[in-house]
């Protein structure tokens, strides 16, 4: 569930105050900065992310298979497969 906070939103999404969390005043909402669980979209931000960081080290999406990044070199090579929130 936490690993679903590394993304970044791209649109401006607002929510009411969660429970527990309150100043008193019911009128006001939260801004959302990163995605958190249970957004549509946060896979796909999260995704985008990760990819990006992997992609810095050297590694590419597989073309069959987004979810494994390889990385090649003289000596073999590495894999990294994904499923959405676990490494």
Known sequence: KTA?????????LWMRQPPGYS??????ACQLLK?????????CCWYEKLAAELGKLGYEPSA???AL??????DG???VLLYVDDV
Do not use: C, H, M
């Open 4 to 12: 679903f906070l590394n993304g970044d939103l791209a649109e401006e």
């Open 23 to 28: 100043n008193g005043d019911p009128t006001q």
């Open 35 to 43: 995605s958190v669980y249970g957004l549509k979209q946060a896979p």
């Open 64 to 66: 069959s298979d987004p």
């Open 69 to 74: 990044f390889v990385k090649r070199g003289s």
């Open 77 to 79: 090579s590495i894999d």
